[in-house]
C-alpha cells in the first residue's frame, strides 16, 4: 500500500443466534464468518480482518481501502451475517438472525440492524487502535468514557502536557430521537456538549476530531434498532474506534476511563440499569440476570493495512478492582427487582414488551 493512501478500517457487528440464550456465539458461526473474509481478503476485496465477538455478538474488523460508507464492503458483512444466520438456524441458536432487519441488501448496511463504526485514514508511522466492543448495553453507553478521554485533563494527561492536543477535540453528537446532529467543540464548549451527552439514551457521541487539523480520533456505532424496527428486537450492543498515541490520547488514557464500571442501560431485556464490566475476551460470557452488561477491547498496531493482534486490553490485573466494583453495584441494583432505578424509566421502555402487558389493563383504568 502506497505510503500517503487512505485506509478504511471498518467495524461491523450483529447478533445472529446466541448461544446459550444470550451468553455467548458458538464456534461455528466464528469459523464461518473467518471462512467468508479468508476469501475475502485473497480476491483482493479486503486488505486485512480480524474476527471476534463479545458475549452473543459476532464482530467484524476489517481494513480495505475503498472509504467509509462502501456498497461492497457493506454487503460483504451483510453476506457474512446472513450465512451465519442460517447456521444459526441450523444450531437452533437464540434470536437467529435478530440483528438481521431486512431480506436483502439494499446498498448501506446501516439502517438495516448491525452496528457500524467506520473511519478512514493515512497511516502514520506508527498506528495503534483500541477497539471497543459490548454487549448487553446501548450506543449511548460511550458517552462518559468517550468524554473523559478526549476532553478531562483529569483522565487525559496529553490534553495539558502534550502540545498536539492542548487545543482540544470536537464532538459530533447524534440525536437519535430527531435524526439530527451537532458538532462542539471542547474546552471551550464543554458545558453544553455534558448538557447533551449526559442523556445518553437520546444523546450520542458519533464522533471525535482533532481541532487542530480535523483529523479523525475516533468513531462510535449509533444504531439503535428499537427506532429501525418499531420494537425491542434487542440492545444495540456498540463498537467504538480509537486511534492512540502522537497526538492522540495516549493507550492507557484510553483504556483509564473503564476502570469506573459507569450504569448503563441494558441488562435483562434491554429493560435495566446495570454497570458495565471491563473483561477479558475469555469472560465475555454475561449470565447473570443476562449480564452485568460486558465491555472487551481489541489492540491492534496497523502497518499497511494489516492488523497486527489483537492484544486483550482488559486482561489485566489492573482491572480486577473494577470488577470487583462492578459486581457489588450489580447486587446492589438487582436488590430493587422491577423497581426504578434498576428498571429503566417508562419512556426508555416504550420498544420493550411492557406496553404489550399495559394493553391488557388499559380498559380498567378509571378517571379520578
Known amino acids: 500500500m502506497a505510503e500517503e493512501s487512505r485506509?478504511?478500517?471498518?467495524?461491523?457487528?450483529?447478533d445472529i443466534g446466541g448461544f446459550v440464550g444470550h451468553v455467548s456465539s458458538h464456534p461455528d458461526i466464528l469459523d464461518t464468518a473467518k471462512?467468508?473474509?479468508?476469501?475475502?481478503?485473497?480476491?483482493?476485496?479486503?486488505?486485512?480482518?480480524?474476527?471476534?465477538?463479545?458475549?452473543?455478538?459476532?464482530?467484524?474488523?476489517?481494513?480495505?481501502?475503498?472509504?467509509c460508507d462502501n456498497t461492497e464492503i457493506h454487503e460483504l458483512a451483510w453476506n457474512v451475517f446472513s450465512v451465519c444466520t442460517e447456521v444459526a438456524k441450523e444450531?437452533?441458536?437464540?434470536?437467529?438472525?435478530?440483528?438481521?432487519?431486512?431480506?436483502?441488501?439494499?446498498?448501506?448496511?446501516?439502517?438495516?440492524?448491525?452496528?457500524?463504526?467506520?473511519?478512514?485514514?493515512?497511516?502514520?508511522?506508527?498506528?495503534?487502535?483500541?477497539?471497543?466492543?459490548a454487549d448487553k448495553t446501548s450506543p449511548g453507553a460511550w458517552n462518559l468514557p468517550i468524554y473523559r478521554i478526549f476532553a478531562d485533563p483529569f483522565n487525559t494527561a496529553g490534553l495539558i502536557i502534550d502540545p498536539k492536543m492542548c487545543d482540544g477535540f470536537s464532538f459530533r453528537v447524534l440525536d437519535v430521537k430527531e435524526g439530527r446532529c451537532i458538532t462542539l467543540s471542547c474546552p471551550e464548549e464543554m458545558h453544553y456538549l455534558l448538557a447533551l451527552i449526559g442523556t445518553s439514551s437520546r444523546y450520542i457521541i458519533s464522533?471525535?476530531?482533532?481541532?487542530?487539523?480535523?483529523?479523525?480520533?475516533?468513531?462510535?456505532?449509533?444504531q439503535k434498532l428499537s427506532f429501525i424496527a418499531g420494537k425491542y428486537v434487542g440492545k444495540d450492543d456498540p463498537v467504538a474506534v480509537i486511534r492512540c498515541q502522537s497526538g492522540f490520547p495516549a493507550v492507557g488514557e484510553v483504556m483509564e476511563p473503564f476502570s469506573f464500571p459507569h450504569l448503563v442501560e441494558g441488562w435483562?431485556?434491554?429493560?435495566?440499569?446495570?454497570?458495565?464490566?471491563?473483561?477479558?475476551?475469555?469472560?465475555?460470557?454475561?449470565?447473570?440476570?443476562?449480564?452485568?452488561?460486558r465491555v472487551i477491547s481489541a489492540g491492534f498496531q496497523i502497518s499497511n493495512g494489516r492488523l497486527i493482534g489483537p492484544h486483550d486490553m482488559f486482561d489485566d490485573p489492573s482491572f480486577d478492582s473494577t470488577r470487583r466494583i462492578?459486581?457489588?453495584?450489580?447486587?446492589?441494583?438487582?436488590?430493587?427487582?422491577?423497581?426504578?432505578p434498576h428498571r429503566l424509566p417508562e419512556e426508555e421502555l416504550e420498544y420493550t414488551t411492557l406496553p404489550l402487558v399495559l394493553e391488557k389493563l388499559k380498559d380498567r383504568f378509571q378517571k379520578v
Not at 7 to 14: C, E, F, H, Q, Y
Not at 52 to 66: P, S, Y
Open 7 to 14: 485506509l478504511t478500517l471498518s467495524v461491523i457487528k450483529a
Open 35 to 67: 471462512d467468508k473474509l479468508n476469501h475475502a481478503k485473497e480476491n483482493g476485496t479486503i486488505v486485512d480482518f480480524h474476527v471476534l465477538r463479545c458475549g452473543d455478538d459476532l464482530e467484524l474488523i476489517l481494513t480495505h481501502t475503498k472509504g
Open 91 to 133: 444450531l437452533k441458536l437464540y434470536g437467529a438472525g435478530q440483528d438481521i432487519l431486512s431480506d436483502a441488501f439494499s446498498g448501506n448496511i446501516k439502517g438495516m440492524g448491525p452496528g457500524v463504526a467506520e473511519m478512514e485514514f493515512v497511516e502514520r508511522k506508527s498506528e495503534p487502535v483500541v477497539i471497543f466492543m
Open 207 to 222: 464522533s471525535v476530531y482533532r481541532k487542530t487539523d480535523g483529523e479523525i480520533a475516533a468513531v462510535m456505532s449509533t
Open 268 to 293: 435483562m431485556r434491554g429493560s435495566h440499569s446495570g454497570p458495565l464490566m471491563p473483561v477479558p475476551f475469555y469472560e465475555a460470557n454475561p449470565t447473570r440476570f443476562d449480564g452485568p452488561p
Open 326 to 340: 462492578a459486581n457489588d453495584i450489580s447486587e446492589y441494583m438487582r436488590r430493587h427487582g422491577p423497581f426504578q
